[in-house]
Nanobody, 128 residues
Framework: QVQLVESGGGSVQAGGSLRLSCAAF????????MGWFRQALGKKREGDAA???????SYADSVKDRFTISRDSAKNTLYLQMNNLKPEDTARYYC??????????????????????WGLGTQVTVSS
């Protein structure tokens, strides 16, 4: 059973930075794709960034040039470096993994349905 455990959330002021981590347990291989999603209170979950096994990355327009997704294969850990945080970035952030190659059907990386494992999330709060 794959477990994804996020950490690194917290409260920061606008303009600050945080680095989220997602440790993967129970799956020693690199997933086909891993992503970071956010869900603000009362809103639907939306994708921020994704990292495919070939090394390619994708970002939502709202976080491009501010967030960077990366992975340390030795630690089996996914990261999201978040810089220049804004109050609208306040949300619970979730890590997700696709171990079934759902992306082969041509779905969009930012769709929740492309991922079959999810963490419980970590809260990020940005104050103005």
């Amino acid at each position: 059973q794959v477990q994804l455990v996020e950490s690194g959330g917290g409260s920061v002021q606008a303009g600050g930075s945080l680095r989220l981590s997602c440790a993967a347990f129970g799956y020693p291989y690199q997933p086909y794709c891993m992503g970071w999603f956010r869900q603000a209170l009362g809103k639907k979950r939306e994708g921020d960034a994704a990292l495919v096994s070939d090394g390619s990355t994708s970002y939502a327009d709202s976080v491009k040039d501010r967030f960077t997704i990366s992975r340390d294969s030795a630690k089996n850990t996914l990261y999201l470096q978040m810089n220049n945080l804004k109050p609208e970035d306040t949300a619970r952030y979730y890590c997700a993994a696709d171990t079934q190659n759902r992306g082969r059907y041509g779905g969009k990386w930012s769709s929740e349905y492309e991922y079959n494992y999810w963490g419980l999330g970590t809260q990020v709060t940005v104050s103005s």
